[in-house]
C-alpha cells in the first residue's frame, strides 16, 4: 500500500533523496539471529531511477521497509531528503508500491484509487492515474476478481496517486504482461524526466538493464556494486548483465561475494 501523505507537488531539494550510513537491520527468530541488512552505504540522488538487485533474501525489501520506516534500523541511519522516514512521509514525499500491500478485495478499482486518494487529502479525479496505470478500462472490476498483473498495476496506480517526489516499488512488475511493463516504464521514465526518484527492486535484469539510470547490487545485506549499468559490467567484464549479476553475487567460501572489495565502482 502506499504510505498515506498529503503534500501532492513534487518539491526540490539538495539532500539525497535517500541517504543510508551503516545500516544493519537483524531479525531475532527460532533459528537465531539473521542479518537481513549488514551495514549497507547507499546515496540515491533526486531524480535518478534505481534499480535495486540482488538474490532472494539479499535484503532489498527489507531495506526499502527501513527507508520507509517500517521497520528500525538495528544500528546505523537513514535519511529520506535529509529527515527521519516518519518526517518525509509526514511531508508526502514518499509513496511506494510493495510486495505485500493488502487489497479490499469487494470494492472496484475505481473505488480503491478513489480512496486512497481521499487518504492522501487529494481532490479531483482519479481517472488520469488509472489511465496512467493502464487500468482505465477495468474501473469497475471488483479487485477481487483482477488477475495478478492487474492487482500489480493497480499497486502502480495507488502509489502514483499521491504525486511523491520518492517512488519505491518493490517486484513492480510481476505477474504484468509486456504490453503492461511496457506501459509500466513508459510512465516511470516521463515521471523521471519530472524529476520524481524512483528506487524499485526487481529480478528482471532487463528492466534493470534498459530502464535505470544506476544499478545497486546487494548481496547478503551489503552494496556488491553501484554505478552506471555500464560500470557495473564493466566491473565484471561483461555486456551480459545476467553474467554480471551471477559473478558478483557468487559466494565464496569465506562468506563473502565477489565484489565486495571492487572499489572502483563501488560508490
Ligand atoms: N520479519 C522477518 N523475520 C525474520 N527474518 C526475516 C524477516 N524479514 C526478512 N527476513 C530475512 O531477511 C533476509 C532478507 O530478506 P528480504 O526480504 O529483505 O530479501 P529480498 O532481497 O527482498 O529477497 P527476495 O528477492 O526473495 O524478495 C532473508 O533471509 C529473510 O528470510
Request: negative net charge.
Amino acid at each position: 500500500m502506499p504510505v498515506p501523505q498529503q503534500s501532492v507537488a513534487m518539491t526540490s531539494t539538495r539532500s539525497p533523496a535517500i541517504e543510508a550510513k551503516g545500516l544493519v537491520k537483524e531479525f531475532r527468530g527460532p533459528e537465531g539471529a539473521v542479518r537481513a541488512v549488514d551495514g549497507l552505504d547507499l546515496v540515491v540522488w533526486p531524480g535518478e531511477v534505481v534499480a535495486f538487485l540482488g538474490p532472494n533474501g539479499a535484503g532489498k525489501t527489507t531495506t526499502l521497509d527501513l527507508v520507509l520506516g517500517l521497520a528500525a534500523p538495528t544500528s546505523g541511519t537513514v535519511r529520506v531528503f535529509g529527515k527521519k522516514p516518519a518526517g518525509a512521509i509526514a511531508d508526502g514525499q514518499v509513496a511506494a508500491a510493495l510486495q505485500d500491500g493488502g487489497f479490499l478485495r469487494d470494492i472496484t478499482v475505481f473505488e480503491t484509487v478513489e480512496l486512497t486518494a481521499a487518504l492522501f487529502g487529494r481532490t479531483g479525479s482519479v481517472t488520469p492515474f488509472l489511465e496512467r496505470a493502464g487500468i482505465a478500462q477495468i474501473a469497475r472490476r471488483k479487485v477481487g476478481k483482477c488477475s495478478g498483473g492487474q492487482q500489480q498495476r493497480l499497486r502502480f496506480a495507488m502509489a502514483l496517486v499521491s504525486e511523491p517526489d520518492l517512488l519505491l516499488l518493490d517486484e513492480p512488475t510481476t505477474g504484468m504482461d509486456v504490453q503492461g511493463r511496457r506501459d509500466f516504464w513508459t510512465a516511470i521514465r516521463h515521471d523521471a524526466e519530472a524529476g520524481r526518484t524512483v528506487v524499485f527492486a526487481t529480478h528482471y535484469l532487463q528492466e534493470a538493464d534498459s530502464y535505470a539510470d544506476r544499478i545497486v547490487l546487494v548481496s547478503h545485506g551489503r552494496v556488491v556494486a553501484d554505478g552506471t549499468v555500464a560500470e557495473v559490467k564493466a566491473l565484471a567484464g561483461s555486456s551480459n548483465l545476467e553474467d554480471v549479476f551471477l559473478a558478483l553475487t557468487a559466494d565464496r567460501a569465506d562468506g563473502t561475494t565477489t565484489a565486495t572489495t571492487a572499489e572502483g565502482v563501488n560508490r
